[in-house]
C-alpha cells in the first residue's frame, strides 16, 4: 500500500493542465506533490522563478528544476538538423521531441525520491500522452502513471472553474490558448487549430507577434558549421544552445518560421497545431544548402528517406529505439565533410540563402563549369555519355512498336 508521505511526482509547465494537477492530484490521493520542469528550452531566470512560485502557490510540496538543453541538443537536435528533418515538409518537430528526455529525468527524479507513483497533464487526445509513457514503461516499468486531464476527461474550462473557486492561480492564456515552448520553437494551439479553415490571430504568436506589422529592413547573418553541427554566427563562436537561442531571438524579429501543421497524429486521427521555429527554420535551410555543396549525390539520396524515418520515430516518442542508433550513425557519418558557412538573409517571414563555402566544396574541385565549358571531359566524352543515358529509352519505344 504506497504510503501517505510518499510523493506524486508531476511533470509540470506551469500551464493550465498540470496547474490542474497540482491540487487535483494531492486533493485526491491525499499525497504531497512535488514538481518538476525539465528545462528543455524557452525557460530564463525569471520563467524559473515564476514557475517554482506557481507551484508552490498551487499546493506544491516542492518543485524541481533540471537543465536538460545541452543534453536535449546532443541526443536529439542534433541529428535533427543533420537529418534536415521537417513532419510534412514544414514542421521542424519544433516540441514534442523533448519529452522522451523529460521522462527520463522524471522517472530519475521519482527514484531518487523513493517515490513510486509520477504523473503529466496530457490529454486523451494529444500525442504527448503516448510519447510520455512510452519511455517511463520502457525505462521504470515499476512506476504508477497516473493522467488525470486524460483518464477523467477534464476540460480546460472546467480546470479554469475548479482552481478559480479554490482561489488558486489561473494561467493568464489558459482557456483560450494552450502553448508549448521549448528550444526548438513554440506551438500554439486553440479554437481556429481545431478545425482546418484558418489561422490563429496575430496576437496569439508567442515569439513574434506583430512583427510584420512593421516589417524590418532585410538582415543578414553568417553561420558556421562543423561536420554537421551550427558553430558560430557572423564569426563568433558560440556552444549549440545559446546559438540556438541567438538565432531564434534574430528570426523571430521578422516573424521566419511560422506554420499551421496539419499531419497524422500518433493515435491515428488528423491534428492541426500552430508553430513558431525560428531558429530551426534558418539552421535547417542553411545545413541543408551546405550539404548540397559538399554531399555527393548518392549520400543525400540514402541520407533522406532515413531523416524521414528517425523524425517518425521522434515524433512518436520511440528515441529509445535501437534504430534511431544505427540512424544516427549513418547521420553522423554523413557529416564527415559538412563543413562551412552559410550566408543568410533575413527579410519578412521569410529568408533566403545567399551563398555557401566549404573547404569540401565539391563545386569547387570541379575543372568544368555548369552550363559554360566542359572539364575532367571532353565535347565527345559528352556525346558518348548521352548517347549511352538515352539506350533505356530508346529500347523502350523500339518494344513498343513488336
Same mark, same amino acid.
Given at each position: 500500500?504506497?504510503?501517505?508521505?510518499?510523493?506524486?511526482?508531476?511533470?509540470?509547465? /506551469?500551464?493550465?493542465?498540470?496547474?490542474?494537477?497540482?491540487?487535483?492530484?494531492?486533493?485526491?490521493?491525499?499525497?504531497?506533490?512535488?514538481?518538476?520542469?525539465?528545462?528543455?528550452?524557452?525557460?530564463?531566470?525569471?520563467?524559473?522563478?515564476?514557475?517554482?512560485?506557481?507551484?508552490?502557490?498551487?499546493?506544491?510540496?516542492?518543485?524541481?528544476?533540471?537543465?536538460?538543453?545541452?543534453?536535449?541538443?546532443?541526443?536529439?537536435?542534433?541529428?535533427?538538423?543533420?537529418?534536415?528533418?521537417?513532419?510534412?515538409?514544414?514542421?521542424?518537430?519544433?516540441?514534442?521531441?523533448?519529452?522522451?528526455?523529460?521522462?527520463?529525468?522524471?522517472?530519475?527524479?521519482?527514484?531518487?525520491?523513493?517515490?513510486?507513483?509520477?504523473?503529466?497533464?496530457?490529454?486523451?487526445?494529444?500525442?504527448?500522452?503516448?510519447?510520455?509513457?512510452?519511455?517511463?514503461?520502457?525505462?521504470?516499468?515499476?512506476?504508477?502513471?497516473?493522467?488525470?486531464?486524460?483518464?477523467?476527461?477534464?476540460?480546460?474550462?472546467?480546470?479554469?472553474?475548479?482552481?478559480?473557486?479554490?482561489?488558486?492561480?489561473?494561467?493568464?492564456? /489558459?482557456?483560450?490558448?494552450?502553448?508549448?515552448?521549448?528550444?526548438?520553437?513554440?506551438?500554439?494551439?486553440?479554437?481556429?487549430?481545431?478545425?482546418?479553415?484558418?489561422?490563429?490571430?496575430?496576437?496569439?504568436?508567442?515569439?513574434?507577434?506583430?512583427?510584420?506589422?512593421?516589417?524590418?529592413?532585410?538582415?543578414?547573418?553568417?553561420?558556421?558549421?562543423?561536420?554537421?553541427?551550427?558553430?558560430?554566427?557572423? /564569426?563568433?563562436?558560440?556552444?549549440?544552445?545559446?546559438?540556438?537561442?541567438?538565432?531564434?531571438?534574430?528570426?523571430?524579429?521578422?516573424?521566419?518560421?511560422?506554420?499551421?501543421?496539419?499531419?497524422?497524429?500518433?493515435? /491515428?486521427?488528423?491534428?492541426?497545431?500552430?508553430?513558431?521555429?525560428?531558429?530551426?527554420?534558418?539552421?535547417?535551410?542553411?545545413?541543408?544548402?551546405?550539404?548540397?555543396?559538399?554531399?555527393?549525390?548518392?549520400?543525400?539520396?540514402?541520407?533522406?528517406?532515413?531523416?524521414?524515418?528517425?523524425?517518425?520515430?521522434?515524433?512518436?516518442?520511440?528515441?529509445?529505439?535501437?534504430?534511431?542508433?544505427?540512424?544516427?550513425?549513418?547521420?553522423?557519418?554523413?557529416?564527415?565533410?559538412?563543413?562551412?558557412?552559410?550566408?543568410?538573409?533575413?527579410?519578412?517571414?521569410?529568408?533566403?540563402?545567399?551563398?555557401?563555402?566549404?573547404?569540401?566544396?565539391?563545386?569547387?574541385?570541379?575543372?568544368?563549369?555548369?552550363?559554360?565549358?566542359?572539364?575532367?571531359?571532353?565535347?565527345?566524352?559528352?556525346?558518348?555519355?548521352?548517347?549511352?543515358?538515352?539506350?533505356?529509352?530508346?529500347?523502350?519505344?523500339?518494344?513498343?512498336?513488336?
Amino acid at each position: 500500500m504506497t504510503s501517505s508521505s510518499n510523493p506524486i511526482v508531476l511533470a509540470f509547465s /506551469g500551464g493550465l493542465d498540470t496547474s490542474f494537477c497540482v491540487p487535483w492530484l494531492k486533493e485526491t490521493y491525499k499525497r504531497p506533490v512535488v514538481t518538476v520542469t525539465v528545462n528543455c528550452g524557452g525557460i530564463d531566470a525569471a520563467a524559473a522563478r515564476a514557475l517554482d512560485e506557481r507551484a508552490r502557490s498551487l499546493g506544491a510540496a516542492d518543485h524541481r528544476l533540471i537543465e536538460a538543453r545541452p543534453e536535449f541538443f546532443d541526443r536529439v537536435i542534433k541529428y535533427l538538423v543533420m537529418g534536415n528533418v521537417r513532419r510534412g515538409n514544414m514542421y521542424p518537430l519544433s516540441v514534442g521531441a523533448e519529452r522522451g528526455l523529460q521522462a527520463k529525468y522524471l522517472a530519475k527524479l521519482a527514484k531518487e525520491l523513493g517515490s513510486d507513483t509520477v504523473a503529466h497533464g496530457c490529454t486523451a487526445a494529444g500525442n504527448d500522452q503516448v510519447r510520455f509513457e512510452i519511455v517511463l514503461k520502457a525505462v521504470a516499468p515499476e512506476l504508477t502513471i497516473l493522467a488525470p486531464v486524460r483518464d477523467h476527461a477534464w476540460q480546460r474550462p472546467a480546470q479554469v472553474k475548479f482552481l478559480e473557486e479554490r482561489k488558486m492561480p489561473v494561467p493568464t492564456r /489558459g482557456s483560450a490558448y494552450s502553448t508549448n515552448r521549448g528550444l526548438w520553437g513554440v506551438t500554439i494551439g486553440g479554437t481556429e487549430t481545431l478545425d482546418s479553415k484558418g489561422s490563429i490571430p496575430e496576437s496569439a504568436w508567442v515569439l513574434s507577434a506583430g512583427a510584420l506589422d512593421k516589417p524590418q529592413p532585410f538582415g543578414e547573418i553568417e553561420i558556421e558549421f562543423a561536420q554537421g553541427v551550427p558553430v558560430g554566427i557572423d /564569426g563568433k563562436r558560440l556552444d549549440p544552445v545559446a546559438l540556438i537561442e541567438k538565432v531564434e531571438e534574430l528570426g523571430a524579429r521578422f516573424g521566419i518560421g511560422r506554420g499551421i501543421h496539419l499531419g497524422d497524429t500518433i493515435i /491515428g486521427t488528423k491534428g492541426r497545431v500552430a508553430f513558431e521555429a525560428p531558429a530551426a527554420e534558418i539552421l535547417i535551410s542553411a545545413h541543408r544548402e551546405l550539404e548540397k555543396l559538399t554531399l555527393l549525390g548518392t549520400q543525400a539520396t540514402v541520407k533522406e528517406p532515413v531523416s524521414q524515418v528517425y523524425g517518425q520515430l521522434i515524433h512518436e516518442g520511440k528515441q529509445l529505439d535501437p534504430a534511431c542508433r544505427d540512424i544516427e550513425a549513418l547521420l553522423q557519418s554523413s557529416q564527415a565533410r559538412v563543413t562551412g558557412k552559410v550566408r543568410v538573409q533575413l527579410r519578412p517571414g521569410s529568408l533566403f540563402v545567399l551563398g555557401v563555402t566549404s573547404p569540401h566544396s565539391l563545386m569547387a574541385v570541379s575543372r568544368g563549369k555548369y552550363g559554360e565549358a566542359a572539364g575532367e571531359w571532353t565535347p565527345a566524352d559528352a556525346y558518348g555519355f548521352s548517347k549511352i543515358m538515352a539506350l533505356p529509352g530508346m529500347f523502350h519505344t523500339r518494344a513498343g512498336g513488336q
